[in-house]
């Protein structure tokens, strides 16, 4: 499975950016999905999650009500919708992909800067 993320640049705040993260390989391996982020000098956190057919998410309380997580399961496509961007939201965002019987995937990061 690869996984490339995508959408990240800088944005002011109170604005929006929407994330991709395209899959390929052998996608119908792929379950639940998730978006994390690194800041600058801290550890990688989890932003939100999905279930394999997207009935179930989950959010970091930080960014509820502000991002929402989607995919398409036809185009092996996973979203990320971010609304009302502050700057403690900048971070390196990463896509993650579990599978059940190889583990989990990685995409390299797309950097998401959010100016005062």
């Known amino acids: 499975v690869q996984l490339v993320e995508s959408g990240g640049g800088l944005v002011q705040a109170g604005g929006s950016l929407r994330l991709s993260c395209a899959a390929s390989g052998s996608t119908s391996s792929i379950d639940a999905m998730s978006w994390y982020r690194q800041a600058p000098g801290k550890q990688r956190e989890l932003v939100a999650f999905?279930?394999?057919?997207?009935?179930?998410?989950n959010y970091a309380d930080s960014v509820k009500g502000r991002f929402t997580i989607s995919r398409d399961n036809a185009q092996n496509t996973m979203y990320l919708q971010m609304n009302n961007l502050k700057p403690e939201d900048t971070a390196v965002y990463y896509c993650?992909?579990?599978?059940?019987?190889?583990?989990?995937?990685w995409g390299k990061g797309t950097l998401v800067t959010v100016s005062s």
């Open positions: 999905i279930s394999r057919n997207g009935d179930s998410t």
């Open positions: 993650n992909a579990e599978t059940p019987l190889w583990g989990d995937y």
